[in-house]
């Protein structure tokens, strides 16, 4: 019998089954698209091209490694470095003296500047005393070329043309010389013996190096060639895991949410199964089974999109050189299987949950307690959504002792806690929201106090089309003005920071070496220093994190004249001193820092050093949370250009002159002022805030679409309603204008909700990471509440007008 009536309920009213039909279908198309990135995520890999020739590569370790200890048994935690890492070049000759090595060559690679300013891409290579060209740089045997490289200038003559090479290839120590790290080269190329197989061959250059060094082999090697498919691997993973995570738990949410108010708008059905016989049993089956019928057919056709929101996702993602170009997505059985599966289980707990009361009604009193609404939730729901409010309260609490990014990742945990919290009390909710919003509205004209009249005896039907819209008020809050919290007090620390009068900037691979030192030479010149970008690691518990780096040129004693960072403690003065650093004062606070103390950290290219804390600033967002004297940080980047130059003129002096003869300095020199560091200091944090805004707008879109789907049911549940209002004489426009009133009703108690839950997520992650609170700005704030605003009246006034085509006497008779 439950199997029939399931069966002919789906076949005979299909469109009371349309709304949770595309909930499983929006849910299914979440999972699997996220589930792909973080199969992506794991499997990815490239073909090496530069290394295809050589079996075995040798090279340094391109993470990072520490083993945290979580209860018996050790874990290894590992992250990308930031920068080019090296090893010793007297591998090779110990390699090379393996019985089954033929030949062990290092391999060094770096960007030379031209005396033109043009980029020149060096290799270190056997050309004797001389330099050797590839075909493509136009370049004839007799040439004499000067390179500018990160230590300095030098000429060569161009010895011979190899038209089977490309770039310039130089003499191996001298390459070395010019790089700037003489002793130490990118990799070392290793080739076998005749009969010796690349397993045997690694053995051998294993036990060769005895741990000073990895061995890559097969598609490893691709890594070495291309160092950001480490960090590919990781991005893909997280948004495929953390990310998807959330996403996964928010489509089941709106799932079960749907289904229940599917299975609550037929009351009256169930009811009457059971005034006629049917059993609680009985009744159950008949739910599940149409979640049986329902679900496995959504979650299938979920898929496509799915797939088509993972590929798009990749290619933004490679179009922003976040992921290299050449990785493919993973497309395998387990993120489909999941994707259907969680839908399935979620239509079948939610199908579970709500048949609860129509199975338990008495037969005699089934019909007349169907028609009335229960109101309020239970005691156990209620129960539930308290500890969901005081969760949502305990976490925010914890992340406001937190810092940094360990606040941030509580954000999402107590969006969470408290989209639960609203969707358990939300009948609660809407009589509170229908007290306060609902107040002038009975002093206006006749819709708008019949609309205010109808919410509140209607709390449940208003709490089901409220949750959507505060999650979407939430999830996108959240995202979006964090974002534009950081943007704006990083551009406003990069400001308040720059004293300099002017910046001059190149473009890459930066300005050429000595830049500083001549442009402090210059009349009408008071101060000038270099600024040359790169990372760091550092270990905050059992967490390790990168922070960008800043070496800074010239006397620190007179740092202040182009840079104000906001001293805390200390003096910037003493970086004159090798070893030493400064700290962002946030950092120094999560580490446990304190001035005069060594500070653990790992250097770009993974070298372990533990420099004397000096100092403790207030604006690392806007410039660095890491200040090291140049000369400790410059061997270890992967180009060790200053990417811009701040200058402070004379007193007197003449701006426009000094700005041209600044120019004049190298070719293909830009002058500016504080602006420019601010762009440059800007583009650091696109990625993230384009990553944001995906995020915010998968999870936003998807809470949007649930949102008109819910608010779509919940009208076009409406007809005995409207049809009683339309007998009584109130005319169509008076209906519509109660729809839409209602709708901006459930649209701003969404929105004070979503906005509210977003606030108190934000103020002490924005606390933690930039030591402000949140700064919502009208240019996304007013877009996002027009846009739930437009949904609210578009979803409701539709299916509206849908409604008042049907003759009222026909629609008492449903």
């Known amino acids: 019998m439950s199997n029939g009536l399931a069966r002919a309920s789906v076949r005979f009213r299909p469109a009371s089954f349309v709304g949770s039909f595309l909930a499983l279908l929006l849910g299914a198309a979440v999972i699997t698209g996220c589930g792909v990135l973080l199969q992506t995520g794991l499997t990815a890999h490239l073909a090496p091209v530069r290394y295809a020739d050589a079996p075995v590569v040798v090279a340094a370790d391109p993470s990072v490694r520490i083993t945290v200890q979580h209860g018996q048994s050790p874990e290894t935690v590992s992250t990308p470095l930031p920068e080019q890492a090296r090893i010793e070049a007297d591998l090779a000759d110990l390699i090379a003296r393996q019985p089954g090595v033929a030949q062990a060559r290092p391999e060094l690679s770096f960007t030379a500047l031209d005396g033109t300013g043009a980029s020149r891409t060096v290799h270190a290579g056997d050309s004797g005393a001389g330099l050797t060209t590839g075909g493509d740089t136009g370049l004839r045997p007799g040439a004499q070329v000067t ?5 300095g200038s030098q000429s060569y003559r161009i010895s011979a ?36 197989g690349t397993a045997q061959l690694a053995a051998q250059v294993r036990a060769a190096v005895d ?13 070495l060639e291309h160092p950001q498919l480490l960090q590919a691997r990781e991005l893909l993973t997280a948004l495929g895991g953390s990310f998807g995570g959330i996403a996964a738990f928010t489509a089941v949410f709106v799932v079960m949410g749907t289904i229940a108010l599917a299975v609550g708008q037929r009351a009256r059905e169930f009811a009457l199964l059971r005034a006629i016989g049917a059993t609680p049993r009985q009744i159950r089956r008949t739910i599940a089974t149409e979640a049986l019928l329902l679900a496995p057919a959504a979650g299938a056709l979920g898929i496509l999109p799915g797939l088509a929101l993972a590929h798009w996702w990749l290619d933004a993602l490679v179009r922003r050189g976040m992921v290299p170009d050449g990785v493919s997505l993973s497309v395998g059985p387990v993120p489909l299987l999941a994707a259907v599966g969680a839908v399935l289980l979620a239509a079948l707990a939610a199908g579970r949950l709500a048949a609860r009361r129509p199975a338990k009604l008495r037969p005699g009193l089934a019909l007349s307690a169907a028609a009335l609404d229960r109101g309020l939730p239970g005691p156990v729901r209620t129960a539930v959504g308290l500890l969901a409010t005081v969760g949502g309260v305990v976490l925010s609490g914890v992340a406001a002792s937190l810092n940094g990014a360990t606040a941030a990742n509580t954000a999402l945990g107590v969006v969470m806690c408290f989209l639960l919290a609203v969707a358990l009390l939300g009948p609660w909710v809407a009589r509170l929201a229908v007290a306060v919003l609902g107040w002038p509205l009975r002093h206006l004209r006749a819709p708008a106090s019949l609309a205010a009249d109808n919410a509140r005896a209607n709390a449940r039907r208003l709490a089901s089309a409220i949750t959507p819209i505060v999650m979407v008020t939430g999830f996108c809050g959240t995202l979006l003005f964090l974002q534009s919290t950081l943007s704006h007090e990083s551009v406003r620390q990069v400001r308040a920071g720059i004293t300099a009068d ?19 030479e210059l009349p009408g010149v008071r101060a000038a220093a270099g600024v040359l970008r790169g990372g760091v690691v550092y270990r905050s518990d059992d967490t390790l994190s990168s922070a960008t780096a800043l070496g800074v040129s010239g006397d ?6 182009v840079l104000d960072l906001g001293l805390r403690s200390g003096s910037t003065a003493d970086l004159a001193r090798p070893g030493t650093v400064a700290l962002d004062a946030g950092l120094a606070d999560s580490l446990g ?14 070298t372990q050093v533990r420099p004397t804390l000096v100092a403790t600033y207030q604006r690392g967002l806007g410039f660095g949370q890491v200040l090291l004297p140049r000369a400790d940080l410059a061997a270890h980047v992967t180009a060790g250009y200053d990417s811009q130059l701040l200058v402070r003129d004379a007193p007197g002096a003449d701006r426009a002159a000094v700005a041209a003869a600044l120019a004049e300095l190298s070719p293909g020199l830009s002058v500016t002022d504080a602006a420019g560091f601010t762009a440059q200091a800007n583009k650091d944090q696109e990625i993230n805030a384009w990553a944001n805004r995906v995020m915010a707008g998968v999870l936003g879109g998807f809470a949007a679409l649930a949102a008109a789907n819910t608010l779509a049911m919940t009208v076009l ?88 085509r049907t003759r009222p006497v026909a629609a008492q008779a449903r």
């Open 147 to 151: 390179l500018n490289g990160p230590t």
């Open 161 to 196: 043309v190899d038209q089977g090479r490309s770039g310039l290839w130089l003499d191996p120590a001298a390459a070395e010389r010019l790089a700037g790290h003489p002793g130490t080269v990118d990799a070392i190329t290793v080739q076998p013996r005749p009969g010796v």
């Open 211 to 223: 741990g000073r060094a990895k061995v890559f082999t097969g598609d490893d090697r691709a890594v």
């Open 502 to 520: 002017q910046v001059v900037g190149a473009s890459a691979p930066g300005l050429p070496a000595g830049s500083a030192q001549r442009a402090a």
């Open 556 to 561: 620190p004693a007179q740092l202040d004249q």
């Open 593 to 606: 820092a304190r001035l005069g103390q060594p500070v653990a950290l790992w250097l770009g290219d993974g």
């Open 717 to 804: 549940d409406r007809r005995r309603e409207v049809g009683l209002l339309r007998l009584a004489g109130t005319t169509r426009r008076q209906v519509r204008g109660m729809l839409r009133w209602e709708a901006l009703l459930v649209a701003a108690t969404g929105l004070l909700l979503g906005g509210a839950i977003a606030w108190i997520t934000l103020i002490p992650v924005t606390r933690g990471l930039a030591g402000t609170t949140p700064y919502v700005p009208a240019a996304l704030a007013l877009p996002l509440a027009g846009a739930v605003l437009a949904l609210a009246v578009a979803a409701t006034a539709l299916p509206g007008r849908a409604l008042l």
